[in-house]
């Protein structure tokens, strides 16, 4: 993968049948983790642990942050917010694919200076099985 602008990377929500960009977003993350399950006994070589492939919990994180540009992404966001909801959530990765999948939003703060612009963030916790589809 060459260089690319972060803002290409582009966070989208399901909203009914199309994607809504996540609108006024400075900064993107996505993070995936793997727990370990560790298989090590009194035969095991020397010191080194093993692990058990394929055996731990997948998960992957989001987090976002930015300022407020589109009413209808916002709206959206807070009221999944209050209602606890999953909704199908996409990353769009330059020159790399997409990442879609179930996610739960797990944080929304909000944010301002005197001077200064509101400012929102925004983590979210896969709920269930991811897709990656190749650009």
Same mark, same amino acid.
């Given at each position: 993968?060459?260089?690319?602008?972060?803002?290409? $990377? +582009?966070?989208?929500?399901?909203?009914?049948?199309?994607?809504?960009? *996540?609108?006024?977003?400075?900064?993107?993350? $996505?993070?995936?983790?793997?727990?370990?399950?560790?298989?090590?006994?009194? !035969?095991?070589?020397?010191?080194?642990? !093993? $692990? &058990?492939?394929?055996?731990?919990?997948? @998960?992957?994180?989001?987090?976002?942050?930015? $300022?407020?540009?589109?009413?209808?992404?916002?709206?959206?966001? @807070?009221?999944?917010?209050?209602?606890?909801?999953?909704?199908?959530?996409? *990353? &769009?990765?330059?020159?790399?694919?997409?990442?879609?999948?179930?996610?739960?939003?797990t944080a +929304?703060?909000?944010?301002? !200076?005197?001077?200064?612009?509101?400012?929102?963030? =925004?983590? +979210?916790?896969?709920?269930?099985a991811l897709?990656?589809?190749? =650009?």
């Open positions: 993968m060459v260089a690319q602008a972060g803002r290409d $990377l +582009l966070l989208k929500v399901e909203n009914g049948a199309s994607w809504l960009t *996540v609108a006024g977003l400075r900064s993107k993350r $996505l993070a995936f983790n793997t727990e370990t399950v560790d298989i090590t006994d009194a !035969e095991s070589a020397g010191r080194w642990r !093993e $692990l &058990l492939g394929g055996a731990g919990i997948q @998960r992957a994180s989001l987090n976002g942050g930015g $300022l407020f540009k589109d009413q209808a992404s916002d709206a959206l966001i @807070r009221a999944t917010f209050f209602a606890g909801a999953i909704l199908n959530w996409q *990353v &769009l990765i330059p020159s790399f694919g997409t990442i879609s999948g179930p996610f739960q939003i +929304l703060e909000y944010s301002g !200076e005197h001077n200064g612009e509101v400012r929102f963030e =925004l983590a +979210l916790e896969s709920a269930g897709s990656f589809g190749a =650009l």
